[in-house]
């Protein structure tokens, strides 16, 4: 496993996860996901497992039909004695409930679409197969989910979060040495997230090998497993070669040694730990927005689609597989270029 890729040791991780969830779960759930296995990412089934293990639990507690049953032997004709009405009081104890721990927990309505949908993706399964004779679940409407507000960078603000990165935040003398040691790093992974719009899991992913400067592009593997090229300008180039240089020089711990992005330890760098990354040096330099690595993503997009007006372009470069998808992302800069288009036209020339 040690020598296998990033994508494939997380896929065997994620395996691993899910096998230990399923052990809580009715039997019947194991055909249920091998039989959305080709179909769906190892996280995807994932997050099933854990929103139905949840399900399943309230059901044992609040469903009259479970009372007095063993879940994990029973019987697939009990999902026919589940009703909609029950999916529906199930998604109301979800808004605000105690959990096992003692810790109130709140569901939005995100939350809740996740987590109906598990339930409905299990009955459209066993309905399909014939296994159940109802589907309660395609009964229940979806929450309806208000768009929020995309929070992006501005052009100035980029150059603020860049700068940051590079000059560090002030601090103690040890803080300031701590910074130049990273420095190179750090600023080689934010520009390269500013200047491609790769997913931060993409990112951390990377291996030295992947990095292709006679072309200008890096080769990373998208959600699903599929690999692309994706391009990078001269600004990522110079700040990838830096860190490229002094990356070679690194010896890094077995099962990283292909690793572009390296942590203290020299390991592989975690999603967590470059999430920190980013937050940190965006708390210091842009302190008014909640600055995340999606929400790079989100500035790069922008700053293409500004650019270039191609909103397929920007779906194949960020890797979406549905255009409608980055549609709805820039839908609000595309509410600027139609009304730009009224003074396109004249009607009657001077």
Known sequence: MANDSYHKQMTIKNELKLRDI????????????????????????????????????????????????????????????????????????????????????????????????????????????????????????????????????????TAELLDTVEYGMGGSDQQQRFHEKNKDRDLAMVTLLLGTGIRISECIGLNVEDVDFDNDRIKVTRKGGNEAYVYFGDEVREALETYYTKRSSLAALPGSENALFLSNRKSRMTVRAAEFLVKKYAGAAVSLKKITPHKLRSTYGTQLYKETGDIYLVADVLGHKDVNTTRRHYAAIEEERRRSAKDKVHLRKD
């Open 22 to 157: 399923r052990k809580d779960l009715p039997s019947f759930c194991d055909r249920f996901f091998r039989g959305i296995e080709p179909t769906t990412a190892s996280r995807t089934r994932i997050a099933y497992a854990t929103d139905l293990r949840q399900f399943f639990l309230y059901a044992q507690k609040n469903i009259a039909a479970f009372a007095g049953v063993n879940l994990l032997t029973a019987n697939i004709t009990i999902l026919d004695e589940i009703t909609c009405y029950d999916i529906e009081n199930y998604l109301d104890y979800l808004k605000v409930y105690t959990n096992e721990e003692g810790i109130q927990v709140t569901n939005g309505e995100n939350g809740l679409k996740r987590k109906l949908s598990a339930v409905r993706a299990l009955y459209r399964y066993f309905y399909f197969h014939h296994e159940v004779q109802t589907n309660p679940a395609a009964q229940v409407a979806v929450p309806k989910i208000h768009e929020k507000a995309i929070v992006r960078l501005d052009e100035n603000e």
